[in-house]
């Protein structure tokens, strides 16, 4: 969507961190989402941040949120091959408009 | 919770027939949006239904396109009379209700010849 922005392609090498970032324009986005796609499959829900945080931990996942610049980022630590997929970001105003508006999705290649 | 469920997995159809499919949500979920993604792009908002009213539709769901939940439990999207711009991935997630993620299905990929 033309709200929210990523950058394409990201290619890692296995066990170094991935940090996969987002830009968003609606100031009044209030819940931002990481998702990841693997080829022919669906999206699978990964994390997502309230926009009264700026950041949240969840295993190797780091989601940093910066709400004046309107920045999300994603970091992936200790990135695997099967980290490799589409990982698309997303955000929903809240009150009462919870559909998500997706960026184009950042492609993530994990190289040995 | 056995997630969102799609069917078919895969459609392909004529130009000009039309195609149904069907959508069961987690159970528990009252929340249930449908999606389209095209090659290379996220996925697109079409409709969104809370129960069975649909409360919201994308200006992306032209007339050929409909949407039904008519116990508020599965979902069904119907296309009539399809056409090539039509082929794409057709996602279906549910939710509950308020401030909470949405689970998303496998698809159901679309080719229009």
């Known amino acids: 969507g033309e709200d929210v922005e990523q950058s394409l392609f990201l290619s890692v090498r296995e066990g170094d961190s991935s940090v996969i970032n987002c830009t968003y324009t609606?100031?009044?986005?209030?819940?931002l989402y990481w998702y990841k796609q693997e080829p022919g499959a669906g999206l699978q829900l990964l994390t997502y941040?309230?926009?009264?945080?700026d950041m949240k931990q969840d295993q190797r996942l780091t989601v940093l949120l910066n709400k004046k610049d309107k920045h999300l980022s994603l970091r992936i630590a200790d990135t695997q091959t099967g980290d490799s997929a589409i990982y698309f970001c997303a955000e929903s105003r809240g009150s009462n408009d919870y559909k998500l508006s997706f960026g184009a999705g950042t492609t993530v290649t994990v190289r040995a | 919770d056995t997630g969102v469920s799609q069917n078919p997995r895969h459609k392909i159809t004529k130009r000009g027939q039309n195609v149904t499919f069907r959508c069961d949500p987690i159970?528990?979920?009252?929340?249930l949006y449908w999606y389209r993604q095209t090659l290379g792009q996220g996925p697109e908002f079409l409709t969104y239904f809370q129960n069975e009213a649909q409360l919201e539709k994308s200006r992306l769901l032209s007339d050929r396109f409909s949407a039904e939940r008519p116990k508020g439990s599965f979902s069904t999207l119907e296309i009539q009379r399809t056409e090539q711009g039509d082929s794409a991935m057709y996602l279906c997630a549910s939710s509950l209700e308020g401030a909470s993620p949405l689970h998303f299905g496998n698809g159901t990929r679309l080719t229009v010849t």
């Open positions: 609606d100031s009044s986005s209030t819940y």
């Open positions: 941040i309230f926009s009264n945080m």
């Open positions: 159970s528990e979920h009252n929340r």
